[in-house]
């Protein structure tokens, strides 16, 4: 399965930005599909995840409220809305596809990754 981020750019903090990462299979829609971001000189972390058939989202707390994932299995898509965004979100963003069905914020359990898009938010 390749996935290919979209989406990612230059915004003011409080702006807002929609990334998607669309698979190349149709075997994606059964998977959980997650994002994570790495900023510069930290580990990457988990941000939002969304299960198999988009009825389970999880959120890490530094997004919750603010960040919205969903997916369109049809279209072999998943969107990550962002809005309210801090510079503090700067960081490449990377879709990633589970080995599981419902949604997890383990980055061990994600088996396919894309190569990321990149987010700058300035102050």
């Known amino acids: 399965v390749q996935l290919v981020e979209s989406g990612g750019g230059l915004v003011q903090a409080g702006g807002s930005l929609r990334l998607s990462c669309v698979a190349s299979?149709?075997?994606?829609?059964?998977?959980?599909v997650g994002w994570f971001r790495q900023a510069p000189g930290k580990e990457r972390d988990f941000v939002a995840g969304?299960?198999?058939?988009?009825?389970?989202?999880t959120y890490s707390d530094s997004v919750k409220g603010r960040f919205t994932i969903s997916r369109d299995r049809a279209k072999n898509t998943v969107h990550l809305q962002m809005s309210s965004l801090k510079p503090e979100d700067t960081a490449v963003y990377y879709c990633?596809?589970?080995?599981?069905?419902?949604?997890?914020?383990?980055?061990?359990?994600?088996?396919?990754w894309g190569q990321g898009t990149l987010v700058t938010v300035s102050s």
């Open positions: 969304i299960s198999w058939n988009g009825a389970s989202t």
């Open positions: 990633a596809a589970s080995r599981t069905s419902s949604s997890t914020s383990a980055s061990s359990q994600y088996i396919y």
């Open positions: 299979r149709r075997t994606f829609s059964n998977n959980a």
